[in-house]
């Protein structure tokens, strides 16, 4: 099945500055790639994805990349802020979602 | 939004009680799935169904049972409670035409003494 790994586990950012999570995949066969951001105490929400016939995809301070031959896709969020402050959650999906283990992100005022 | 909606929210019980989790979805997505939270382990699918007479295995199914009672509800239960079963428990739905995008319920955290 598919193994999906997540890094960092923890990433500390001043406030506006850039946060990037990387993840890779190991099942080609994946082609939809979703990020989720879970607040504290609360359930996990779709933020933005990405499809493998696409290679970037921006939405407004996010944005993934997507490597297919490399088998890894990144997030990045640009001038952070501290309602940035959260888990964020990379997935795989080839017949089902896999997901990694999950970035701890604080944003420093 | 799928509005999801998960019972108990919270329930601490003893080892070896049997334990249910309800799990009911009020936009009659096919797709619903059951998931375990741990720190540092992410989200690890216990169950899955796409439809009301499919039932899936996840990664970690040992020691669960699950129920397809119609397209609306998907129901967790516990046979016999241990204390490493202590988890936030999370369940979602999808529609098939978009699968990847999941609604999760609000949790339900279990402590098993």
């Known amino acids: 099945g598919e193994n999906v790994e997540q890094h960092p586990s923890t990433l500390s950012v001043q406030e506006g500055d850039s946060a990037v999570i990387k993840c890779t995949y190991s099942d080609s066969a994946s082609n939809y790639f979703p990020w989720y951001k879970q607040e504290l105490g609360k359930r996990p929400q779709l933020i933005i994805d990405?499809?493998?016939?696409?290679g970037e995809k921006k939405d407004q301070r996010i944005a993934v990349t997507l490597n297919k031959t490399a088998k890894h896709f990144s997030l990045h969020i640009t001038e952070t802020q501290p309602e940035d402050s959260a888990v964020y959650f990379c997935a795989a999906q080839d017949y089902k979602l896999s997901f990694g283990a999950g970035t701890t992100v604080t944003v420093r005022a | 939004d799928a509005d999801v909606t998960q019972t108990p929210r919270n329930r601490i019980t003893k080892t070896g009680k049997r334990i249910m989790l309800e799990c009911s979805q009020t936009?009659?997505?096919?797709?619903m799935y059951w998931y375990r939270q741990d720190p540092g382990l992410g989200l690890r699918l216990i169950y899955y169904s796409f439809d009301v007479k499919d039932i899936n295995k996840g990664e970690i199914s040992d020691g669960y049972s699950v129920s397809r009672q119609a397209q609306a509800k998907f129901s967790l239960s516990l046979e016999s409670a241990i204390p490493n079963q202590t988890a936030l428990y999370f369940c979602a739905a999808a529609n098939s035409l978009s699968p990847g995008e999941l609604f999760f319920g609000e949790g339900s955290r279990l402590t098993v003494l």
């Open positions: 990405i499809r493998s016939n696409v």
């Open positions: 936009k009659g997505h096919d797709r």
